[in-house]
């Protein structure tokens, strides 16, 4: 495991409660690198590589990992631009090897209930907002890769499509945007800011008059990141393309964000 912060822990947590054995635990840049210039020991059968650092070290430590002959889930963003994850997403194709990116929103009970409303609706707008107060976590990264990526990764694994066009963007700083894009039938309107005075975690679906919103926190049914790593540990590496797909789509709006 690289990256024993609030997520790192989180995994680690779930994974030992299943039976799992952490062989490794890396959480500086040197303990890394010394890590991967080593021989391996303790591995058994399938070598497994959890990755969550700070954003600016993914690209690195995931394609050390695969090369390595790691599969490798990784928190979002995969990398910070596109490119980058095109060359990863290869490599581990390649290698023969998973790549699975973090999205445990993605099994999160309220995915579900989001899901069916979005089915319901069929067209019309979805707004994602995620305000968040200030904290130290995320700050390498622009705040498009470290908050929007995450509802952008979840109205593409909605829409199923590729093709979009951006209709505005406004940059207030770092740590606030607002994005609003064109996907087939839907507008998809995303505001995140991690300098709010107040959380507002809420996804508001709306068509004329008609009006749903979705409260994530209020779907508690399961545990969202034990369901993932169900999925990623049941997964091949030719299952690549269809984890990929969203969480590529995500980071290379999130990127242009960042250029804008």
């Known amino acids: 495991m690289i990256g024993m912060g609030v997520m790192g822990k989180r995994h680690k947590e779930r994974l030992l409660k299943k039976g799992f054995e952490i ?29 969550a650092s700070p954003a600016n070290t993914h690209f690195e430590y995931v394609k050390r990992g695969l090369l390595k002959g790691f599969d490798v889930f990784v928190e979002k963003p995969v990398a910070l631009d596109v490119t980058e994850v095109e060359e990863l997403e290869q490599l ?54 470290d908050l929007m990526v995450h ?7 909605l829409t199923k499509s590729k093709d979009y066009e951006i209709l505005f963007c406004r940059t207030f700083s770092d740590d606030a945007i607002e994005l609003e894009i064109c996907c087939g039938t839907w507008v998809g309107y995303f505001s995140v800011d ?61 990127s242009k964000m960042v250029s804008a």
């Open 23 to 51: 062989v490794q635990e890396l959480d500086s840049y040197e303990s890394v690198v010394a890590f991967f210039q080593g021989n391996e020991n303790g591995f058994l059968e399938r070598k497994i590589l959890f990755i």
């Open 194 to 254: 991690r300098n709010a005075r107040t959380l507002r975690r809420e996804i508001l679906l709306e068509k004329g008059l008609k009006q749903e919103k979705i409260f994530f926190a209020d779907c508690n049914e399961f545990d969202a990141l034990e369901k993932e790593h169900e999925v990623f540990f049941s997964k091949e590496y030719d299952d690549l393309k269809e984890e990929m797909f969203s969480a590529k789509l995500a980071v290379e709006i999130a």
């Open 92 to 145: 581990a194709i390649q290698q023969k090897r998973i790549l699975f990116p973090g999205h445990s929103e993605r099994y999160h009970a309220g995915f579900s209930v989001l899901e069916k409303a979005f089915n319901d609706f069929k067209e019309g707008k979805i707004s994602f907002f995620r305000h968040n107060t200030y904290s130290k976590r995320g700050r390498d990264v622009s705040v498009a890769l």
């Open 151 to 157: 509802d952008l990764e979840m109205f593409f694994a």
